[in-house]
């Protein structure tokens, strides 16, 4: 009898000897968000085993990619190495995560390997929807490039504006909401038409829109007017804008109501959460991730959490800033959580600044907090820059980009 | 007059099915938002709107106030005789606008 009865109690046993052992928190995707998340999570406990999987071994930034396009900076101001994050006591895995199985926990990386979680956050970012819009395809963008991952397409579209004769028209789409980054389309509008005002004044530049309004939009158009007119020319959706269709043979973009031919043409595509989110079944119908916002675990899969792009997050952008500031209140949420307590309601902050031209920058920002199951804009938090500004302010504004960018860079990477 | 914009292809062959694009510049007002001092802003939408060939009715829409501004409409007719494509729209005010476009069907 009394074997039997320790028998029995060998499962008890052996849960209570796991939960005195290092909760193990797996995070996948080492951008602004993975990365932020697991430097928070050391940062809020110690004693927590953090993993990071991320298939490259070096991160290239986008935000302030658009000025490499126009050779304003180079892509090696972009890199960023992972030493800063080995250095916090956080387990690099270089590698693929291919499939999640939630029941057991199990996240299996494309070299075959299995690696167990208590805690999984997603920070997939995005891919691109190629099925979304016909003509387009990883072949295609060899030709049309995005752009809208930064790296060798970046270099491509810097190439290819290098190469085109004075007198060219270039020509970009940007998408319908939601996608990554939604000033980007706008600040590399007007970084291209600064290159080329600047190297050859007698090109054009269209940008076709699926979208009537857009972020920062009287801030930008009031500066297109003053810095390029006659050179950029933005077509919205209620004026035949949306892209139905590109061609990367005769480098064309058709729309509902016309055919464009580009001498450079750059497709900002539609877009969705990053593929490994698809595979742990935490995407809905929207392509996007459906998350809480206090804790940011999934509302389709308990024990998984999705930060970043890839989830839906209300009024917050896609931007990488959000990213970060949802890293640590996901990262503080997690910690909670492990530790059977309830995660706390967050405050995040967002801001985001644009370059018109070098020495011309904009900004915006926001507050949020959960309403009603949503990430909410607190109404008079946040702002933008002032419609009437001197250039001494617009100037200012370029300066504090830049010192936005060391600063979000330094504390995600160094 | 309010901006259009038409897609009807010049030439179809007969009894091809060709799609008919079109989009009107205009704010479809509700009628149920209110200014800043509180007042209903009126009404004013298109609330028709009649595409013939040669005179024939190819399509007639009502349109209500849930209908966003700008209305983009995408519609299908077979090609059957050479003509003419004609839209009209009709606003609250009364006030018709009328587009034409020919096409051959050969």
């Known amino acids: 009898m009394l074997g039997r009865r320790s028998v029995l109690a060998m499962p008890f046993l052996a849960r209570a000897a796991f939960a005195q052992a290092a909760a193990r928190v797996l995070v996948i995707g080492g951008g602004f968000g993975g990365a932020s998340a697991a430097r928070a999570l050391r940062r809020t406990d110690p004693n927590v085993d953090v993993t990071l999987v991320e298939s490259s071994p070096v991160f290239t930034s986008c935000p302030f990619s658009n000025e490499v396009i126009v050779g304003l900076r180079e892509i090696g101001q972009q890199r960023f190495g992972y030493q800063g994050i080995t250095a916090a006591g956080i387990h690099m895995v270089q590698g693929t995560a291919v499939s999640v199985d939630p029941p057991t926990r199990r996240v299996t990386l494309n070299d075959g390997s299995v690696l167990g979680y208590d805690r999984l956050i997603l920070s997939p970012g995005i891919d691109i929807a190629y099925d979304a819009l016909p003509g387009y395809s990883e ?3 060899e030709v049309l490039p995005h752009a809208w991952k930064a790296g060798d397409q970046t270099l491509l579209l810097r190439r290819q504006l290098e190469a085109m004769p004075d007198g060219g028209s270039v020509v970009i789409s940007a998408p319908a909401n939601p996608f990554r980054c939604p000033p980007g389309p706008y600040e590399r509008a007007s970084l291209i038409a600064y290159y080329l005002k600047t190297n050859k004044p007698k090109s054009k530049l269209l940008l076709l829109d699926a979208k009537d309004t857009f972020s920062k ?18 077509v919205s959706l209620s004026d035949g804008g949306k892209v139905v269709r590109v061609d990367a043979s005769t480098r064309s973009f058709e729309t509902e109501f ?5 001498d450079v043409g750059n497709v900002i595509p539609p877009q969705r959460a990053g593929r490994i989110a698809v595979v742990a079944g935490v995407t809905d119908k929207t392509g996007w991730c459906p ?3 206090v804790s940011f675990e999934s509302r389709l899969v308990p024990g998984i959490h999705v930060i970043g792009d890839a989830a839906v997050a209300g009024a ?3 931007s990488a800033f959000a990213a970060n500031a949802q890293a640590k209140a996901c990262a503080l949420a997690v910690v909670r959580m492990l530790g059977g307590a309830a995660p706390v309601e967050p405050r995040l902050v967002n801001t985001c600044y644009s370059l018109v031209a070098p020495d011309y920058g904009i900004s915006v920002a926001g507050v949020y907090r959960p309403v009603n199951g949503l990430l909410t804009d607190i109404e008079g938090a946040g702002g933008t820059s002032p419609i009437d500004a001197p250039p001494e302010t617009r100037a200012l504004e370029a300066e504090y980009a830049n010192a936005w960018f060391k600063t979000l ?4 990477f160094a | 007059m309010a901006r259009v914009l ?3 292809p010049k030439e179809a062959r007969k009894g091809e099915v060709i799609e008919i694009k079109v989009l009107i510049s205009h704010p479809m007002e509700s009628g149920q938002r209110r200014t800043d001092s509180g007042q209903v802003i009126p009404r004013k939408i298109i609330n028709k709107f009649v595409c013939t060939w040669n005179g024939d009715e190819v399509l007639s829409v009502d349109l209500f106030p849930a209908i966003a501004a700008n209305p983009f409409l995408s519609f299908f007719a077979v090609a059957d005789v050479s003509g003419t494509i004609s839209m009209t729209w009709v606003d609250d005010d009364g006030a018709t606008q009328t587009e034409l476009a020919s096409i051959t069907v050969t």
């Not at chain 1, 930008?220 to 950029?232: C, D, E, R, T």
């Open chain 2, 6 to 8: 038409i897609n009807i």
């Open chain 1, 409 to 412: 860079t330094s504390d995600v």
């Open chain 1, 316 to 318: 917050m952008p896609k």
């Open chain 1, 139 to 141: 072949a295609a963008a």
């Open chain 1, 291 to 293: 998350i809480d916002p």
């Open chain 1, 217 to 234: 939009q009287k801030l930008f158009m009031s500066a297109w007017a003053k810095l390029y007119p006659g050179l950029l020319e933005w």
């Open chain 1, 258 to 262: 016309g055919s464009h031919k580009a």
